[in-house]
């Protein structure tokens, strides 16, 4: 199957064998982000999980570049989408910046928010203050991406083996990771451990309760407090 229920003059959404690549797709732009394609952004997504068949994202830019980063027309940032993602790959040329600072304004759609979680303060700061370019190189040396390819088409090959490998695992599990990597980003050692632990025990009762998601039991109205220490559902 090599579509699915989504349309868009922004985006272009492909599935292959478990795996939807999601086309930028606005290559007469660089595919800077608008404010449409934030909201196309949300359709896209939407048809993903909509689509059981779908285990794994790649996100990729058609043209010549991945994303220019804003739209001066609207608002939109590169850093904004690549570090909501779960894993960045980047081709020898390609450029990284927050460049908000030089425009005279204050990055607000999610890079000051995401970016402190990828890489050290330190690094945030240089990038935020200054709004200047690194390299791909720069990028991998501080962590912001996992590994630098020659060129895009080496990029897109690497990512699609990778999204195949994490396909290939166990839905559930790969699933239940996420999340209990997400949720333990402000939990103490042994909340997280505890949330890990009864996501096992709810899975291992899957016969139980058929085929509904496990993942919006946890969900659903989770409460974990600091001072407590319990779980309630």
């Not at 990512?159 to 999340?179: D, Q």
Request: with cysteine; glycine share 8%.
């Amino acid at each position: 199957d090599n579509t699915t229920a989504f349309s868009s003059s922004n985006l272009a959404l492909e599935v292959n064998n478990h795996v939807a690549t999601l086309w930028l797709d606005r290559p007469d732009k660089l595919n800077a982000i608008s404010f449409e394609m934030w909201g196309d952004f949300i359709r896209a997504m939407e048809a993903v999980s909509a689509n059981d068949e779908i285990r794994a994202v790649v996100i990729a830019g058609r043209g010549k570049s991945f994303c220019v980063g804003i739209d001066l027309a609207s608002l939109g940032s590169a850093p904004d989408l690549s570090t909501a993602c779960d894993i960045r790959l980047a081709s020898e040329d390609a450029l990284f910046g927050v460049r908000e600072t030089k425009i005279g304004i204050v990055a607000d759609v999610g890079t000051l928010q995401r970016l402190p979680g990828v890489v050290s303060a330190g690094q945030v700061a240089e990038l935020a203050y200054t709004g200047k370019d690194i390299s791909a190189a720069r990028a991998e040396k501080i962590g912001l991406v996992n590994d630098v390819y020659a060129d895009a088409d080496a990029v897109y090959a690497a990512a699609l083996e990778m999204a195949g490998e994490i396909a290939a695992n166990a839905p559930l599990a790969v699933r239940g990771t996420k999340f209990v990597l997400q949720q333990g980003e402000n939990m103490t050692t042994e909340q997280s451990l505890l949330l890990n632990g009864l996501w096992t025990m709810m899975t291992s009762l899957n016969s139980e309760i058929g085929d509904r998601p496990l993942f919006s039991v946890f969900s659903a109205h989770p409460t974990l407090s600091r001072s407590e220490r319990t779980y309630t559902h």
